[in-house]
């Protein structure tokens, strides 16, 4: 899997914003096009006695909803955890592990913000833009924004809403009934209502999208394997 390699990711904080300012511009929300048949799922894992982010991708085939492939990295952790800059502490490992994979996404399902975000930047737009593919991001919490609490059913949603400017930047999103909802928002070459409804398309019976369960998954076992093992090299495929 090709990544354009846009910027270095070891900057000071206040460059980081100004690039994310920049990089926004880049930024298209719109339908996807196209037929997809794998999605893939980003999430990470940290160590941070080690100092160290263990990154995982899970790709699916949405038709079967099994998965085809999976591959981790693990780095150096480079950047301090501020709120609103994690794509400079996280996107480097987990596109490494994007890398290596051998199946080709056509969509992406990131865990964090898209455009719900100040700078309208977040770590799933922020991707997208390095692997200029579709991408949805899907968080547990807002980072930015009002929302009223969606129907108890899975499947409700409502909109997300920059209360400085108006604009609606996502959703709140039932992805299992009587379950707290998801902060869903377009990424890169998506819209909001194709990130909503594949986000709920790739939930099974959980709340969070399997893609990015998996991946969640798989960082967890990744870390665990490197701590007990001792695993050689910085990345892995299977």
């Not at 950047?79 to 480097?92: K, V």
């Not at 400085?164 to 998506?190: E, L, N």
């Not at 594949?198 to 990744?222: D, K, M, N, V």
Request: with cysteine.
């Amino acid at each position: 899997m090709q990544i354009k390699d846009l910027h270095p990711w070891d900057i000071q904080p206040h460059l980081a914003i100004e690039l994310q300012q920049r990089l926004a511009k880049q930024i298209r929300i719109k339908a996807i096009s196209g037929r997809i048949r794998f999605v893939a799922g980003l999430d990470c894992s940290f160590d941070e006695r080690r100092n160290l982010i263990f990154a995982a991708v899970a790709v699916l085939d949405i038709e079967t909803m099994k998965l085809v492939e999976q591959a981790y990295a693990v780095s150096k952790i480079q950047f301090p955890y501020i709120p609103g800059l994690l794509s400079f502490r996280e996107a480097p490992a987990m596109l490494k592990a994007c890398s290596l994979l051998e199946t080709e996404p056509q969509l992406v399902l990131v865990d964090g913000q898209g455009i719900a975000h100040p700078r309208r930047l977040g770590i799933a737009s922020h991707i997208g833009l390095c692997l200029a593919k579709p991408t949805i991001g899907c968080a547990k919490a807002i980072l930015i924004g009002n929302a009223r609490v969606p129907g108890r059913q899975k499947g409700c949603y409502t909109t997300l809403t920059d209360p400085k400017t108006g604009q609606v930047i996502g959703a709140a999103v039932r992805t299992r009934t009587d379950v707290r909802p998801v902060y869903v928002s377009p990424g890169h070459r998506c819209d909001l209502a194709d990130a909503i409804r594949w986000t709920i398309r790739c939930t099974t019976c959980y709340r969070i999208p399997e893609p990015i369960r998996l991946a969640h998954q798989g960082s967890g076992r990744f870390k665990a394997s490197w701590a007990q093992k001792g695993l050689a090299g910085p990345i892995y495929r299977c």
